[in-house]
């Protein structure tokens, strides 16, 4: 998703009164953002923490402020800048993490990103996970409170065409309950699905969001005597099934069944590439198939 971010940034946050800083990464992708923003496009070298700082002066000026680099670095090692700069604040600083989950593969578990959006949901931060590279745009459009983008990468079958982006958009049609896919394994799922006759697969949502105000009625529909799959490349705690539980209980719901296959870390103690990972995880494409089929 990064050249599809770049070019979002590009028609979105053209405005003068946006900067866009970066952690010394970027290489192959930002070229064109730092053409465009001139002075306005700074890269603080890997100095994090200085660079939310240095985000939330500006926004506190009345700018509009884009911090960029890979996922970890960007929530975990600023984790306190972010709650005391930003947060305490309320400043509407737009944080991207490239690379959610175990995007990184064989860079290892220090550049994965598996509790991220726990992180930031805790210190109050909108969290939002993009789905597909067309998401990008509308995401970018309204940035008005601290903000935590993660970037990965857009896996749907090739030649298909995405609903218009919302929270939750249902991307397949289906007879047996439902699938909550967090962000880009919405396209994962997509692919294990697709082929599957509507009466024999669950409808498939592609979630980008943590709002439970935002879930349609028609998903609870859906799930109220059949069952919901949860699928998240995120760790169990503070993830989409915990937030989706939650809403279920509030509002006196229970699916059929409840399937939540979530990040488990490392199970063999190996690290390698990031559909190794899903793989470990019951998060590839096979997988899910299995997991429906049987």
């Known amino acids: 998703m990064r050249k599809a971010f770049a070019d979002a940034v590009l028609t979105q946050c053209g405005g003068e009164d946006w900067f866009f800083l970066t952690?010394?990464?970027?290489?192959?992708?930002?070229?064109?953002?730092?053409?465009?923003f001139g002075k306005r496009f700074m890269n603080v070298g890997v100095a994090e923490q200085n660079m939310i700082g240095v985000a939330a002066g500006l926004a506190r000026e009345s700018l509009?402020?884009?911090?960029?680099?890979i996922a970890?670095?960007?929530?975990?090692?600023?984790f306190e800048q972010i709650r005391n700069d930003i947060c305490l604040g309320q400043l509407p600083v737009c944080l991207v993490g490239n690379g959610g989950g175990y995007a990184y593969g064989h860079m290892g578990p220090t550049h994965h990103a598996l509790e991220d959006c726990a992180a930031m949901?805790?210190?109050?931060?909108?969290?939002v996970a993009p789905a597909f590279d067309e998401d990008l745009s509308a995401l970018l459009a309204s940035i008005d409170t601290p903000t935590y983008i993660r970037l990965g990468f857009d896996a749907r079958p090739a030649g298909t065409v995405v609903p218009e982006y919302a929270p939750w958009r249902q991307i397949l049609p289906g007879g047996r309950g439902a699938i909550a896919?967090?962000?880009?394994l919405a396209g994962v799922a997509w692919q294990a699905l697709s082929d599957l006759p509507v009466d024999s697969r669950p409808a498939l949502w592609a979630v980008c969001g943590f709002d439970s105000t935002q879930i349609p009625p028609q998903f609870f529909d859906q799930i109220s005597t059949q069952p919901l799959y949860v699928l998240e490349e995120h760790v169990a705690q503070g993830g989409l099934g915990m937030s989706l539980s939650l809403a279920l209980m509030e509002r006196g719901l229970r699916p059929g069944e409840f399937v939540h296959r979530p990040a488990l870390g490392y199970p063999t103690g190996r690290y390698g590439s990031q559909n190794f990972h899903r793989a470990q995880c019951g998060l590839d494409v096979i997988s899910i198939r299995t997991m429906i089929t049987g």
């Open 23 to 36: 952690g010394d990464l970027g290489f192959m992708a930002l070229e064109g953002i730092q053409s465009a």
């Open 181 to 184: 896919a967090l962000g880009p």
């Open 72 to 78: 970890p670095f960007c929530y975990a090692r600023p």
């Open 64 to 69: 509009r402020v884009i911090v960029y680099s």
């Open 121 to 127: 949901n805790a210190l109050g931060v909108r969290v």
